[in-house]
Every structure is written in structure tokens, then in C-alpha cells.
Nanobody, 125 residues
């Protein structure tokens, strides 16, 4: 069982930056691959970024490549999403998620076993 708690969301102007954090409970954090997803009002939850167990591989939604960076610190049970050059279309609730089994379909919501409660990111134009 893993419990996830996101923080770091807020209101920022276009072009600004935010760093989201996700704190995980449990002693087996390093055995989980992690992901960030987002959901805007009236839209489906979508994949943003993912990272494998040791942090050696990362994956991104095309529209955030070069602007967002996912990272993790297994010693602290933390995963981060650094978001730079934010755009109004990045506005959404951002969720941290964990998955136990290796899968090439890291972008699918259904692949993840545990979810946080979400943190709101609002980018004003």
C-alpha cells in the first residue's frame, strides 16, 4: 500500500515556474514507477510525465517536453515535477500516481495502482 500526497500547486502567470512535489508513504517506494497526470475541467485525465524505479528513464507528453522535468529521490520517498515556461493550457489539477508492475504503457491511467488527491495549477495569461 502506498499513500501519495501532492503539494506545490498554485496560481502563476504565463511564462512562470512551479515545482510540484509528491510525498509517498511506505518503505517500498523505490519499487514503484511513478507518474504525473493532469485533468482540466471537462476533460479526461491525461498523462504528463513518468519515471522508472531508479530514475534512469523518463517519459513526457509531447506538449511538455523541454518545459517539464520529472525526478525522484528514493531516499526521501519523493517525486517532483519541475514546470517551467508555463502556459494557460497547462491549467489543471495535477495528480501523482504509482504503479508496481513494469509496463511500456506508462501513459495509461489504468496502469497505475495508487493516486494522490491532486493539486491545482492555474496559469493566467
Amino acid at each position: 500500500q502506498v499513500q501519495l500526497v501532492e503539494s506545490g500547486g498554485g496560481l502563476v502567470q504565463a511564462g512562470g515556474s512551479l515545482r510540484l512535489s509528491c510525498a509517498a508513504s511506505g518503505r517500498t517506494f523505490s519499487t514503484y514507477a511513478m507518474g504525473w497526470f493532469r485533468q482540466a475541467p471537462g476533460k479526461e485525465r491525461e498523462f504528463v510525465a513518468a519515471i522508472n524505479r531508479d530514475g534512469g528513464s523518463t517519459y513526457y507528453l509531447d506538449s511538455v517536453k523541454g518545459r517539464f522535468t520529472i525526478s525522484r529521490d528514493n531516499a526521501k520517498n519523493m517525486v517532483y515535477l519541475q514546470m517551467n515556461s508555463l502556459k494557460p493550457e497547462d491549467t489543471a489539477v495535477y495528480y501523482c500516481a504509482a504503479r508496481k508492475l513494469y509496463s511500456s504503457t506508462y501513459y495509461r491511467v489504468s496502469e497505475y495502482d495508487y493516486w494522490g488527491q491532486g493539486t491545482q495549477v492555474t496559469v493566467s495569461s
